[in-house]
């Protein structure tokens, strides 16, 4: 059983760039939830998708956006970043209606 | 908005003994509890979860006592180990939407 990979694990970017982490859920499960982490808090909800639908978002801006793919794959993408962008992405795979959530180890960014 | 909170940073403890770690919630609609585990360079792993119509559940050395009274929280580690040091989240969902709010972590550290 194949658990939850993201990529890049590091990168870094300049303010106003664009990103995009990758996210390969667990094998057969559906849904597929964006969390950032800044440094010394905890985990904030982002998004979450739903076979390739969104299914929720917390408060985040506009800017930042996801896909989800036939596969249950997914994509966050991040436009115009700022400073405070900069944290732990973390993806985490679930089926449908359970709170058990399997994280991936994250891609962390950092925009200078 | 933090809508659910670890007020204790840290806590260190000797090996064998007790860990205890506090979450508190502010929003009555949680009824679904749980928490992570998370160790450096790696993505947090559920431990153990309670729902609201339990107030206590059991897994081994780990049991959860949900006091919804108090809007209240904990975690007890019996004995507590090595392997144990890490940082702990607590996090809430409400019934049917399973979108994760987390608090900001307690690191533990035990001590040989």
């Known amino acids: 059983e194949t658990g939850v990979t993201q990529s890049p694990t590091h990168l870094i970017k300049t303010r106003g760039q664009q990103v995009t982490l990758r996210c390969s859920s667990q094998?057969?499960?559906?849904?597929v939830s964006w969390y950032q982490q800044a440094l010394g808090q905890g985990p904030q909800f982002i998004f979450q998708?739903?076979?390739?639908?969104?299914?929720g978002r917390g408060n985040f801006p506009p800017r930042f956006s996801g896909l989800q793919f036939p596969n249950y794959s997914s994509e966050l993408n991040v436009n115009a970043l700022e400073l405070d962008d900069s944290a732990l992405y973390l993806c985490?795979?679930?089926?449908?209606?359970?709170?058990?959530?399997?994280f991936g180890e994250g891609s962390r960014l950092t925009v200078l | 908005d933090q809508q659910v909170k670890q007020n204790s940073p840290s806590l260190s403890v000797q090996e064998g003994r007790i860990s205890i770690l506090n979450c508190d919630y502010t929003?009555?609609?949680?009824?679904?509890f749980l928490w992570y585990k998370k160790y450096p360079a790696e993505g947090p792993t559920f431990l153990i979860s309670?729902?609201?119509?339990?107030d206590k559940n059991e897994d081994g050395r780990f049991t959860v006592f949900l006091n919804k009274s108090a809007k209240h929280l904990s975690l007890h580690i019996v004995p507590s180990q090595p392997g144990d040091s890490a940082v702990y989240f607590c996090?809430?969902?409400?019934?049917?939407?399973?979108?994760?709010?987390f608090g900001a972590g307690t690191t533990v550290t035990v001590r040989a």
């Open positions: 985490a795979s679930s089926e449908q209606n359970t709170g058990e959530l399997f």
């Open positions: 094998s057969g499960h559906n849904t």
């Open positions: 998708y739903y076979r390739e639908e969104e299914n």
């Open positions: 929003n009555s609609m949680f009824d679904y």
């Open positions: 309670i729902s609201s119509i339990k």
């Open positions: 996090a809430a969902s409400g019934r049917i939407d399973y979108k994760l709010s």
